[in-house]
T-cell receptor, first 120, second 114 residues
Framework: DAGVIQSPRHEVTEMGQEVTLRCKPI?????LFWYRQTMMRGLELLIY????????DSGMPEDRFSAKMPNASFSTLKIQPSEPRDSAVYFC??????????????????FGEGSWLTVV | QQQVKQSPQSLIVQKGGISIINCAYE??????FPWYQQFPGKGPALLIA?????SEKKEGRFTISFNKSAKQFSLHIMDSQPGDSATYFC?????????????FGRGTQLTVWP
């Protein structure tokens, strides 16, 4: 399995520009998470989906952030307009739980390698 | 509100020493406690995990100790090696919840000097 695939790996953009981060979860996984990591705040959960439906977006910092999951194999996180304080590493992660005979096998979250965003 | 509190924020250990990272939680519904390891430039990856029906789990040089009454758990790395230098996150999950989310600690940056 290729794992969780994120793009772009690195992005440098100017303040005010739109940024779109992309994620392909592991095939068959039914949960998808978007995290942001900074030195100051650690690993923050922004939003997550179950079966393509957003479950909790309370971690999304403000209206400039939006996320979509149009199908089971693709999700986007969009920032419009971007600001320097959005500079961070954004991780996508996925997990499989549905239909497990025991819940233990569905507890592992698999992370992508992250998208490093710098807004100047 | 931080559901899982982790300490210390950073840790420096000499090669061969023992690294200890501590975590505490409040929600008694949590029943699965994993540790994730993150190397620079990579995403976090599952290292070891424990359920509260056992007090200790060991995998090689890595051991989780769990104290249910104190609502605390810790990661011990025996014979620490420079290759263990990474950021470590503890986490907690309520497997009975339909929400399905993991709560992470803030992370501990471990540096092992040769």
């Amino acid at each position: 399995d290729a794992g969780v695939i994120q793009s772009p790996r690195h992005e440098v953009t100017e303040m005010g520009q739109e940024v779109t981060l992309r994620c392909k979860p592991i095939s068959g996984h039914d949960y998808l998470f978007w995290y942001r990591q900074t030195m100051m705040r650690g690993l923050e959960l922004l939003i997550y989906f179950n079966n393509n439906v957003p479950i909790d977006d309370s971690g999304m910092p403000e209206d400039r952030f939006s996320a979509k999951m149009p199908n089971a194999s693709f999700s986007t996180l969009k920032i419009q307009p971007s600001e320097p304080r959005d500079s961070a590493v954004y991780f996508c992660a996925s997990r499989y739980e549905a239909g497990q005979p025991t819940r233990s096998s569905g507890n592992t979250i698999y992370f992508g390698e992250g998208s490093w965003l710098t807004v100047v | 509100q931080q559901q899982v509190k982790q300490s210390p924020q950073s840790l420096i250990v000499q090669k061969g020493g023992i690294s200890i990272i501590n975590c505490a939680y409040e929600n008694t519904a949590f029943d699965y406690f994993p540790w994730y390891q993150q190397f620079p430039g990579k995403g976090p990856a599952l290292l070891i995990a424990i359920r509260p029906d056992v007090s200790e789990k060991k995998e090689g040089r890595f051991t989780i100790s769990f104290n249910k009454s104190a609502k605390q758990f810790s990661l011990h790395i025996m014979d620490s090696q420079p290759g263990d230098s990474a950021t470590y996150f503890c986490a907690a999950l309520d497997r009975g919840s339909t929400l399905g989310r993991l709560y992470f600690g803030r992370g501990t940056q471990l540096t092992v000097w040769p």
